[in-house]
């Protein structure tokens, strides 16, 4: 019964949205309050009945009710309710059902906290937002639908792949979707301007907190998924430019480009074509990893198997929604007004030069993702771009970028003194070469760009400091005074202090993990004892363990330094049965100056010998990347937080008050 009312939901889902699509589009167009009110009604109603239906998802995995046939795909009995309850969006129905709540969760958001939109730019929004519900849950419903019911019933399911049956991955897909689908409403946005014909200061202070949620949103689910795929997949990396990471990453490109237009449409009325096609290209990319990720073009553990006919159908959305939104754009674009002028030396100079590099790497990242299978489908050849075309041409792109970041907030509006904006800097130069000098004397045979790129990244640290503390004047004025001018300081200054500085420890942990790690692999018998970077790792014995779903094979070492025993290891080799699937669970010393991260793979094959298959990294400055992140993601909350983005945004000259038109 349940599974029912959860399928009825969805039909209902999308008649609302089917209604949201028009009704309020017409009332804009007419001047008709009540229809334009209708879009708020719409999109609560849609909400609500997607919850529902996610719920009832939710219910019949957790009570495993093997009826349901994405239940027996992807649950058994044994599971632990922790996984039962991921499993709800671990397949490719319930991550769409997800996809699509999320979806009304953004646009019930609009209508709920948008009262100070005007009401014909709200009611578009809230119609655009709607088509791309009754695209997606008329795909769901008529292609994947989560609630297809199987009888007789199954004494038990197939499991959820054991690669997903991890903490990582129960939270890293709503994360992920929450980054993917919030640059939905920032699309319908743009595209509702377009429709209006009109972008403004004021346009653009709407847009930003939704922009920065997505933003903050999607960076946390890229580096939860590479925090998992560091720890869980046993290869001991972080990011192997595998085409579905990179299907997430270009979103967060542009999605930071777009954040900083914004910035430059609101205070100074220009950029405004650049951040409308921003805006759409982002979304654009979501959808474009969206359809990589379910088309059945790639075999990745991130992406969903799946019948190649859906695929065609999400091209078909694909199609629709990129190729209507840009051809609306080339009619628009040239009738925006340029708005305000500057000087090649300026902020607005600097932020152009920040979204034309991002833009650039976010392109030299799609030839790399596209390339082998446009290849592919032509000639039927098969070719792997991986990590060194990735790093040579996405590197080199952005440590400029990196370097200017610590110059932009220091340069004014309009026109700048650049060399008095050096002088200024001096203290971050001389650090930033010291830290180059650092790095070249720990290693002299090091790869250049890793030296480079240290020195940029205490540069950066240093100049973003430099530039908060000039803000509150620290030493030219009293503590207390200095203390007053930080407390009064907006928000969204504090993030973009926390942010930039977030980017400098982020490089510094993906440089060090990446120029200047050790590994070891070979087979060992118990007793065997391995020194890597300054540890003594004795392998002691390999135990069979038996796990609620899983028998493993569990390594013991033990660590030492300097003679001294400093801890004790267990990586496993986990068995799944119901699923006949194999799994590696690393075991890591985590230290702020690096890992120690042990595998135990297969066993030799002349099972006499008693030897393993070990693989011994170590790493150094690695949680750096992490504390990176955080940084991120923090400076993002702290923005979102500004109080000038949730009261006091500019109001618009309104020609004429709308005018309540009774229904023909």
Not at 14 to 29: D, E, K, N, R, T
Not at 113 to 135: C, D, F, H, K, M
């Amino acid at each position: 019964m349940i599974p029912e009312i959860g399928n009825f939901a969805l039909m209902l889902a999308l008649a609302a949205a089917l209604v949201q699509s028009v009704l309020p589009m017409a009332g804009a167009a007419r001047r008709n309050v009540l229809w334009m009110q209708s879009a708020i009604t719409t999109a609560l109603i849609q909400c609500a009945l997607l919850a529902v239906a996610f719920a009832a998802l939710m219910r019949s995995f957790i009570v495993s009710d093997f009826t349901v046939v994405n239940v027996v795909a992807n649950s058994h009995s044994l599971k632990p309710m922790l996984y039962k309850v991921a499993a709800t969006w671990g397949s490719h129905e319930g991550s769409l059902l997800l996809w699509v709540l999320i979806l009304a969760i953004f646009g019930a958001g609009v209508a709920v906290l948008g009262r100070n939109i005007p009401a014909e730019l709200r009611a578009r929004t809230l119609s655009v937002q709607a088509w791309i519900s009754v695209g997606f849950l008329s795909f769901m419903i008529f292609t994947s639908n989560p609630f297809d019911r199987m009888f007789p019933a199954p004494l038990n399911g197939n499991d959820l792949n054991p690669l997903l049956q991890d903490i990582g991955l129960a939270l890293h897909p709503p994360l992920l979707y929450l980054g993917y689908v919030g640059f939905s409403i920032v699309f319908s946005f743009a595209v509702a301007a377009l429709i209006e014909g009109r972008v403004d200061p004021a346009w653009a202070r709407w847009v930003r907190p939704w922009t920065l949620a997505a933003w903050v949103s999607l960076t946390g689910g890229i580096a939860l998924g590479s925090w998992w795929a560091y720890y869980e997949l046993g290869w001991g990396g972080w990011w192997f430019w595998d085409p579905v990471e990179n299907v997430s990453f270009m979103p967060w490109l542009l999605g930071t480009a777009l954040l900083h237009s914004a910035i430059v449409t609101e205070k100074r009325d220009t950029f405004k074509s650049w951040t409308i096609l921003l805006a759409i290209l982002t979304f654009s990319l979501s959808l474009l990893g969206t359809f990589i990720v379910r088309s059945g073009l790639l075999t990745s553990v991130h992406a969903f198997a799946v019948d190649p006919e859906r695929g065609v159908y999400i091209l078909g959305l694909l199609a629709v929604s990129i190729g209507g939104s840009l051809a609306l754009y080339a009619w628009r674009a040239p009738q925006l007004e340029g708005g305000g002028l500057f000087t090649p030396i300026s902020r607005e100079a600097g932020l152009l030069i920040n979204n034309l590099l991002l833009a650039t790497a976010t392109a030299a990242v799609l030839f790399g993702t596209l390339y082998p299978l446009f290849l592919e489908a032509i000639t039927g050849d098969k070719i792997s771009v991986g990590p060194p075309f990735f790093n040579a041409s996405f590197i080199p792109i952005m440590l400029p970028l990196v370097f200017l970041m610590g110059i932009g907030p220091f340069l004014s509006w309009k026109r700048a003194d650049l060399p008095g904006v050096m002088s200024r800097l001096k203290l971050a130069i001389g650090l930033g070469i010291l830290a180059a000098l650092w790095a070249w004397y720990m290693d002299t045979q090091g790869p250049v760009m890793a030296i480079v790129a240290m020195g940029i990244a205490g540069w950066l640290f240093i100049a973003s400091g430099r530039e908060w503390l000039s803000r509150i004047k620290a030493g030219s004025v009293p503590m207390a005074e200095s203390l007053r001018r930080a407390r009064n300081l907006p928000r969204a200054a504090h993030g973009m202090t926390i942010a930039h500085m977030g980017v400098a420890v982020l490089i510094l942990g993906m440089v060090g993990s990446s120029a200047w790690k050790s590994e070891q692999i070979l087979f060992a018998a118990p007793g065997t004892v391995v020194e890597i970077a300054g540890y003594d790792v004795r392998f002691d014995s390999v135990d069979r363990v038996r796990g609620p779903n899983y028998v493993s094979d569990m390594g013991t070492l033990t660590v030492f330094r300097d003679g001294e025993e400093i801890t004790v290891l267990q990586p496993e080799r986990r068995w799944y049965p119901v699923a006949e699937m194999q799994t590696t669970e690393s075991a890591i010393r985590s230290t702020l100056a690096g890992d120690l991260y042990l595998t135990i793979g297969e066993p030799a094959a002349d099972r006499n010998s008693n030897e393993w298959t070990l693989r011994i990294l170590y790493e150094p400055f690695v949680n750096f990347i992490w504390i990176g992140t955080v940084f991120l993601v923090i400076g993002g909350m702290f923005s979102l937080t500004d109080r000038r983005l949730r009261v006091g945004a500019p109001r618009r000259a309104q020609a004429a008050p709308a005018q309540a038109t009774p229904a023909e």
